[in-house]
């Protein structure tokens, strides 16, 4: 039973470019959540899709974007990065409409340094 | 603001001794999880508790949330160096399942 994978593993970009990071959720589940965790802090939400559609969204700028596809797997974009982006992303699925609504299995995560 | 206070931010302990982290909210929450993280890799799921008042255990590892669903506490008995980790409680509001993190307890086990 494959768990959350994430790609890249690592990614060094320079301030002002964009950025595409993807998920494949656990098996099984059908939503999928992304959270940024900066050095030493715990992880931040940015948002939440189900159903290809956006459900929920963290106190992040525009500049951050998603996707989800059919398959229920996920895409990240971020524009205009800023050294501030550096951090890690990580992304987390839960399988909606059951009793473990509240339980979200994680990703080893994308690490992305903005020089 | 952190919504999710957690204490203390590092404990460093011999192997054997005991230790509780605790994380506490002036809001309720539906659910409160507890994650270990390594570095470099994601969170990892220990326990979800759901009513007030729930006392889960996980071999050495015990887990209670408290009866208004605002705190919960994660004792470890006789740790080990394996404990070694960055240890994270997590909680749900009503609405969804978006989770809200504390910063996080760094626990270093030596032998």
């Known amino acids: 039973d494959a768990g959350v994978t994430q790609s890249p593993t690592h990614l060094i970009k320079t301030r002002g470019q964009q950025v595409t990071l993807r998920c494949s959720p656990k098996?099984?589940?059908?939503?999928v959540s992304w959270y940024q965790q900066a050095l030493g802090q715990g992880p931040q939400f940015i948002f939440q899709y189900y159903e290809e559609e956006e459900r929920q969204r963290g106190n992040f700028p525009d500049r951050f974007s998603g996707h989800q596809f059919p398959n229920y797997s996920s895409e990240l974009n971020v524009n205009a990065l800023l050294l501030g982006d550096s951090a890690l992303y990580l992304c987390?699925?839960?399988?909606?409409?059951?009793?473990?609504?509240?339980?979200?299995?994680f990703g080893p995560g994308t690490r992305l340094t903005v020089t | 603001t952190q919504l999710l206070e957690q204490s203390p931010q590092f404990l460093s302990i011999q192997e054997g001794e005991n230790l509780t982290v605790y994380c506490n909210s002036s809001?309720?929450?539906?659910?409160l999880q507890w994650y270990r993280q390594e570095p470099g890799e994601g969170p990892v799921l220990l326990v979800t508790v759901v009513t007030g008042g729930e006392v889960k255990k996980l071999k050495r590892l015990t887990f209670q949330f408290g009866d208004a669903r605002k705190d919960s506490s994660l004792h470890i008995t006789a740790a080990q160096p394996g404990d070694t980790g960055l240890y994270l409680c997590a909680g749900a509001r009503e609405y969804g399942n978006k989770l809200v993190f504390g910063a996080g307890t760094i626990l270093r086990v030596k032998s």
């Open positions: 987390a699925s839960s399988p909606l409409g059951t009793t473990l609504l509240y339980e979200q299995y």
């Open positions: 098996s099984g589940h059908d939503t």
């Open positions: 809001s309720v929450f539906s659910s």
